[in-house]
């Protein structure tokens, strides 16, 4: 037997902004995730599974730990230059030079689209997020209708040379490991365990594609790095394509009845 939560409910919320997606929603699990753990304890010993809809571990763009005053160095990134001339703390419009340009499959037919949504830079601690871009046939472009000071950073005035780089934030709205960092394998473990501890049925990895921005093989790495760390049978599910690196358990019928009642 199992009881499903759609994230709306034991999360409060569906994309996290600024708290870790593991994070319970307090209304229902006052005590946190000890409460939540001792939920999923009372639950098997009914001999039941708690079952959850849950994010692929996406990171809100004011995550107190990954986005703090100094965003994490293993984000997943687009492009990586420096700032091409000084600016204020107040400039909305900046101009940056590529150094050693990182390509990604999506470079080509994507680049700067809505999807994976390439229109946040990082230059220095700062986060900023901007309108348009234009290239300016030298190896620069200028950045327009830059919006300062995104999410936790703090604008700043910034001096020429400073190492830029452009942060993937999935539908304009969160961040996500680079595949091939130990911050993934760090959130993975994170993952994993949390299912653990609350005695979960179904490992749900919604919104899959928050760990293919980088390089296509992230979300079958990522998938691959959270089962590491599951120590009992779980199933796998997601709103995408089938699931790969693991997760065989839903080809047993054991537990098969374990599918996620929303798909």
Known sequence: SKLYM???SWGGRYWANDRDNLEGNHDI???GRKDMEAFGQLLKNKDMQLTLRSISYA???KHPEYLGETPDAQLATWWKGKLATDISSQATEIIVTETNEQRTEFDTNYRWDNIFNRKCIQIGNELITFKSFVDNGDKTWTLKGCKRGFGN???????????????????????????????????????GEFHNDI??????FDALEVHEMMYNYGDTKFMGEVYKHIKTPMHGSTSGPELTWGFIEGMFNSVKMAEDPWR
Do not use: C, W
Not at 164 to 187: T, V
Not at 199 to 204: F, P, S, T
């Open 199 to 204: 005695n979960a049925g179904i490992v749900n």
């Open 59 to 61: 990171l809100g763009g």
């Open 153 to 191: 950073s703090l604008a700043t005035h910034h001096q020429a040379d400073v190492p830029a780089r452009g942060l993937y934030r999935i539908y304009g709205i969160a961040f996500a490991p680079d595949p091939d960092s130990d911050l993934m394998k760090e959130m993975a473990k994170n993952f």
């Open 29 to 31: 699990f006052p005590g």
């Open 6 to 8: 759609h994230l709306n």
